[in-house]
């Protein structure tokens, strides 16, 4: 009976709790590839949101990603259409959030979509994004999509690719204690 008693115990201390909310930061960069000709489909959906919360001008923060996005930039092969990052919590289940840019014509935005992400020993991303041409009347006359669903490793750059169009993405725990650096030389 002890032992059931300690190994309770420590299996308690020893284990991973389950993925509680924590509070991370996540930045993405959604760019298109100029080499790629363009694939545009449906127009956007009106309800393109589907029912996914907004990101609370409270919870932006400023981009870390800018040489990345500076890089894209300067070469010439690639238009950076939009760079956000944020803070949000993350948990086992999934949060879908909103994300626009541009001027909004009639509920709609040169650049809209949305990202679900689920933490799990990676964290779930299912981004769905839409870059829409408007014509004189403000109607959506043309759109491009990125549809992708990838496993990420937190903490690390990942790189969601879908043709013409793609995402770079980055979720850092904001709670996790840092790793300590490598040393230079590793003792004998």
Do not use: C
């Given at each position: 009976?002890?032992l059931?008693?300690?190994l309770t115990?420590?299996?308690?201390?020893?284990?991973?709790?389950?993925?509680?909310d924590?509070?991370?930061q996540?930045?993405?960069?959604?760019?298109?590839q100029?080499a790629?000709?363009?694939i545009?489909?449906?127009t956007?959906p009106?309800?393109?949101?589907?029912?996914a919360?907004p990101?609370?001008?409270?919870s932006?923060?400023?981009?870390?990603l800018?040489?990345e996005?500076?890089k894209?930039?300067a070469s010439?092969?690639y238009?950076?259409l939009?760079h956000?990052?944020?803070?949000?919590?993350?948990?086992?289940?999934?949060?879908?959030?909103?994300?626009?840019?541009g001027?909004?014509?009639f509920?709609?935005f040169?650049?809209?979509?949305s990202?679900?992400?689920?933490?799990?020993?990676?964290?779930?991303?299912?981004?769905?994004f839409?870059?829409?041409?408007?014509d004189?009347?403000g109607?959506?006359?043309?759109?491009?999509?990125?549809?992708?669903?990838?496993?990420?490793k937190?903490g690390?750059?990942?790189?969601?690719?879908?043709?013409?169009l793609?995402?770079?993405i980055?979720i850092?725990?904001?709670?996790a204690?840092?790793?300590p650096p490598v040393?230079?030389?590793l003792?004998?």
């Amino acid at each position: 009976m002890r032992l059931f008693r300690s190994l309770t115990l420590l299996l308690t201390l020893v284990a991973p709790t389950a993925f509680a909310d924590s509070l991370y930061q996540v930045e993405m960069i959604l760019f298109r590839q100029n080499a790629v000709p363009a694939i545009t489909s449906r127009t956007a959906p009106e309800d393109w949101a589907a029912g996914a919360r907004p990101i609370s001008a409270d919870s932006l923060r400023t981009p870390s990603l800018n040489a990345e996005a500076e890089k894209l930039r300067a070469s010439g092969d690639y238009t950076v259409l939009l760079h956000k990052a944020w803070q949000q919590n993350l948990g086992e289940d999934a949060r879908k959030i909103s994300i626009s840019d541009g001027k909004e014509q009639f509920g709609q935005f040169p650049v809209e979509g949305s990202l679900n992400l689920k933490l799990g020993r990676f964290t779930d991303v299912d981004a769905n994004f839409w870059v829409n041409q408007f014509d004189a009347y403000g109607r959506v006359t043309a759109s491009e999509r990125l549809k992708q669903q990838s496993h990420t490793k937190n903490g690390q750059l990942n790189y969601l690719d879908n043709g013409h169009l793609a995402l770079l993405i980055k979720i850092t725990s904001l709670t996790a204690p840092a790793r300590p650096p490598v040393p230079d030389v590793l003792p004998d």
